[in-house]
């Protein structure tokens, strides 16, 4: 059975070659995707995935808080945040706030290999 996975990113072309990298693995699959924390949050109430990927740098809410709201409604679902940020404060604000990773873009197998840790219950923090 495959793991689903939500995405929550603004960058369209990011978020396209999200869906593309995580579509092309046989174990998993894309359950939808929302461009803010808001339209996630109106969405995810009626969905259960399996993971939540979240953006850190969101328009109107950042990714930290979608993570907290997302532990008072959902206290139970795993979501990981997705950054470009390389700054080690950045993996701590996400993990305090509760994140289960904290995954850095741009190494696609390195990408993966964060998902597949989180979703076998690991916490997970790129190099």
């Not at 532990?71 to 994140?99: W, Y």
């Amino acid at each position: 059975m495959k793991q689903t996975l939500y995405i929550v990113e603004d960058n369209l072309l990011v978020q396209e070659a999200l869906v593309m990298l995580i579509e092309d693995e046989p174990d998993l699959v894309v359950c939808g995707v929302a461009e803010t924390a808001i339209e996630a949050l109106e969405v995810l109430s009626g969905v259960s995935p399996d993971l939540i990927l979240t953006d850190f740098s969101l328009p109107g809410m950042n990714g930290i808080e979608l993570i907290e709201r997302l532990r008072v409604r959902m206290p139970g679902q795993r979501a990981a945040m997705l950054s470009g940020q390389t700054d080690p404060t950045c993996a701590e604000r996400a993990l305090a706030a509760g994140a289960n990773g904290y995954i850095l873009k741009g190494d696609p197998l390195a990408m993966l290999e964060g998902i597949r840790q989180i979703l076998d219950g690991t916490v997970y923090v790129s190099r």
